[in-house]
């Protein structure tokens, strides 16, 4: 009857990790340095979960082939970045019905009141004035929902992300409160070894997939001429010096290059400074374009050949959905009793 007890066999209980990506655009570089090479560090230490967050992509409206496309290529893509199937779940939210189930179940006990004031509702809505449907307000429940069917201990994710972990915790509280320990009460994990990268023509602006100019973004799609490109035509600044000064925004070019070499190469800011001390921009650009270069070859190598394997992609997200239904339902099986659902 005990089925407190998610993790079984393993000696020592890891701690969970849940998280979730939307394949709504490209995976940039900076997605890449920033989150997912950490995602790929962690999953020793945890026991990870990882999903593609189809139906959050939904509350804007997406056309249908390439939503599916997108979807598989983002997970081919997280297993070329090194995520590794055998030791993480991956899987499709959409493929798992116990998320719209949970939703549903924390609608009941989320208030409009704190909905109506998460910033990225109201970002949204000004963005999507045309759309501002029911489901870009509850997205925060449905996403509080994936993290609590998993009793995840943590949840990585940007900065940006952490108002959503915190409506989160807020509503496994609240229902916690009434009924008994039912959910674990999640952390949000701020990866600070992430390298924050930013946009390449406004340096002091966060690099974005869905930024207008393709100038400052680089997608992990971009063919390698088009990213040496990119790095060379970044906004640096008429100083002509490579210094590594992170507090000052006449730098930002500068500090940001510097910070993809040290991201791409595993070297120390303050190294890549001596080593091109006295040299130009322009000697100091080739050689980030071609470190970064070579550091997206042998996922590009990997991707175009998982992207091309449908049987082995379709083995993985079939198998990881299986998995997390399998764990998901005993969460969902335990609230649906509590709230007084006939489950037999
Ligand atoms: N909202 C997240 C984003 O846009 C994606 C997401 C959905 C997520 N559900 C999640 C992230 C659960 C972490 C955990 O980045």
């Known amino acids: 009857m005990d089925n407190e007890t998610v993790n079984t066999g393993a000696a020592d209980k890891k701690k969970r990790i849940f998280s979730g990506v939307q394949p709504s655009g490209n995976i940039t570089l900076g997605n890449y340095l920033g989150a997912i090479k ?9 026991e990870c979960i990882y999903a593609m967050m189809d139906m959050h992509t939904i509350t804007v409206r997406q056309t249908p082939a390439e939503l599916r496309k997108r979807t598989l290529e983002l997970l081919a893509l997280y297993i070329a970045c090194g ?21 549903w179940v924390l609608d009941c006990y989320t208030y409009m009141g704190e909905l109506q004031r998460m910033t990225q509702f109201k970002d949204k809505s000004a963005r999507h004035a045309d759309n501002i449907n029911a489901g870009l307000f509850t997205y925060p429940v449905l996403m509080a929902a994936d993290i609590l069917l998993y009793q995840t201990d943590y949840v990585p994710v940007g900065i940006d992300q952490m108002q959503h972990i915190e409506i989160c915790r807020d509503i ?21 070894s992430g390298a924050k990268i930013m946009s390449l023509q406004e340096p002091t602006k966060k690099m974005s997939k869905s930024d207008p100019n393709p100038k400052a973004f680089i997608s992990m799609m971009d063919d390698f001429g088009s990213i040496a490109k990119k790095i060379k035509s970044a906004v640096t600044d008429s100083e002509g010096v490579i210094e590594y000064r992170p507090e000052d925004d006449t730098k930002a070019g500068i500090n940001n290059l510097i910070s993809i070499m040290a991201a791409v190469t595993g070297k120390k800011p303050e190294e890549i400074v001596s080593e091109y001390s006295g040299q130009g921009y322009g000697t100091f650009k080739s050689d980030v374009a071609e470190a ?8 590009r190598g990997e991707y175009d050949r998982i992207i091309k394997d449908k049987e082995y992609l379709r083995g993985v ?5 299986e998995t997390a239904h399998r764990i ?3 969460t969902l099986k335990k609230v649906y009793k509590k709230v007084g659902f006939v489950i037999d």
């Open 292 to 299: 970064v270069v070579e550091a997206v070859r042998p996922i």
């Open 328 to 330: 998901a339902d005993r």
């Open 317 to 321: 997200y079939r198998n990881g959905a």
């Open 38 to 46: 950490n995602w790929v560090a962690l999953q020793d230490e945890y």
């Open 83 to 103: 995520i590794d199937p055998e030791k993480c779940i991956l899987f499709i939210q959409s493929q798992n019905s116990a998320h719209a189930e949970l939703g």
């Open 172 to 192: 496994a509280q609240r229902f916690n409160a009434l009924y008994g320990n039912v959910f674990t009460i999640p952390e949000g994990l701020l990866v600070k």
